[in-house]
């Protein structure tokens, strides 16, 4: 709070009439509330998710780069969201599969262009189709068939139980922009 607004708030406390301490309490919120309310309060400026979006991306050639401080956005109150993902929702129309993240293919890691953007799969798991389908058919000890493709034994099992599946991600998958997109002009 400001200075003059404390001296203010300590001057109608200590102008008060003597009261029995039962009742100070109750005054001293009561003169705080009629103080709190007379400070106007700062308006802050409503912006969509995507005038804040281009607010944080500066255009590069065709990258987009994400200027933030990370790669969140907030899109409502306490929803946060990916922008890689919010643009892609928003701006080319894609739905993107549990599992998956979008990465930039143009070498920039800050670019957030749907256009520049191919799904890749969560986690840390790099086995492919062909060798999850071989773990499935292997008759060998887990213990061998984690060795062979560097991976731990409880890995193994959960594949071949059927408790891990590997999500199927589109390979080469490539998002268009529905309508030529300008940014917002900065207010």
């Known amino acids: 709070m400001k200075k003059y607004i404390l001296r203010s708030m300590v001057r109608a406390i200590l102008d008060q009439p003597k ?3 039962r009742y100070q309490s109750a005054m001293n919120a009561d003169i705080l509330k009629r103080l709190s309310d007379a400070v106007p309060r700062r308006q802050n400026k ?7 979006f281009w607010r944080r991306v500066l255009q590069q ?13 907030s899109t409502a109150p306490g929803v946060i969201s990916n922008t890689r993902r919010w643009a892609i929702e928003h701006f080319a129309g894609g739905v993107l599969p549990a599992g998956t993240s979008p990465r930039p293919i143009c070498g920039h890691d800050k670019c957030v262009n749907p256009e520049h953007q191919t799904l890749k799969r969560k986690g ?3 086995l492919t189709e062909e ?7 292997d008759t060998r000890p887990y213990p061998q068939i984690a060795k062979e493709h560097g991976i731990c034994r409880s890995y193994v099992s959960q594949i071949r139980t ?4 590997i999500p199927q991600s589109p390979a080469g998958l490539a998002f268009k922009l529905l309508t030529p997109v300008a ?3 900065e207010v």
């Open 162 to 165: 059927g408790k891990r599946c």
């Open 131 to 137: 060798q999850v389908a071989a773990i499935r058919s």
């Open 183 to 185: 940014p917002a002009p």
């Open 124 to 126: 840390p798991s790099r």
């Open 19 to 21: 009261v029995p301490k």
């Open 46 to 52: 409503k912006r969509t998710p995507e005038e804040r």
């Open 61 to 73: 050639d065709s990258c987009w780069l994400w200027r933030g401080r990370s790669l969140t956005i």
